[in-house]
């Protein structure tokens, strides 16, 4: 039968090996990797000369920002605030979301017809950006120093965010 000493043991071998796992990515990295694809995705944006190559971008532009902002609403940023009992970074970040949302709504299955078209995109990126670098400057190192299970929550985090594209995928 084991004892409170083996189960503690066995417990934090679990979870050594849950850490280790290739598929167990805590939430910052989740989130970071998330960040490095769609600033990727930008860049090629500002580079597209094609109505066709920029519609295709754009479309994986505003599915990545809806999946990742929804897994950052629904998930890390509760744990966030709670964590932190934050009344700051995480109520700018949903506003920030907010803004973002409202430019996906503007091009999202809608035809890259000149200047205005891309000037959304643009300033989409720009706020991108900016929110980036709050959360990664910020937010990040804050959640990393508190005593959030960050590894637990990138598992929800990255369990939620394949559900999410899947149903993306349907529609």
């Given at each position: 039968?084991?004892?409170?000493?083996?189960?503690?043991?066995?417990?934090?071998?679990?979870s050594r090996s849950r850490a280790a796992s290739p598929r167990a990515k805590d939430a910052v990295a989740l989130l970071r990797e998330d960040h490095k694809k769609v600033s990727d995705l930008f860049e090629?944006?500002?580079?597209?000369?094609?109505?066709?190559?920029?519609?295709r971008l754009v479309q994986t532009i505003c599915q990545?920002?809806?999946?990742?902002?929804?897994?950052?609403?629904?998930?890390?940023?509760?744990?966030?605030?709670?964590a932190l009992k934050d009344k700051e970074l995480v109520p700018e970040a949903r506003v920030e979301?907010?803004?973002?949302?409202?430019?996906?709504?503007?091009?999202?299955?809608?035809?890259?017809?000149?200047?205005?078209?891309?000037?959304k995109v643009k300033v989409m990126g720009e706020f991108v950006k900016h929110h980036v670098k709050e959360e990664q400057n910020e937010m990040f190192p804050k959640a990393k120093k508190s005593r959030l299970?960050?590894?637990?929550?990138?598992?929800?985090?990255?369990?939620?965010?394949?559900?999410?594209?899947?149903?993306?995928?349907l529609h």
């Open positions: 039968m084991p004892t409170a000493s083996t189960r503690a043991a066995g417990a934090k071998s679990a090629q944006f500002e580079k597209a000369r094609s109505a066709s190559v920029k519609k990545e920002l809806l999946v990742h902002t929804q897994i950052e609403e629904e998930i890390f940023y509760p744990a966030v605030k709670a979301h907010d803004s973002v949302k409202s430019l996906i709504e503007q091009v999202q299955g809608v035809e890259p017809d000149g200047e205005d078209y891309d000037a299970d960050l590894v637990e929550l990138g598992e929800q985090m990255a369990e939620r965010k394949a559900q999410l594209m899947q149903e993306q995928q």
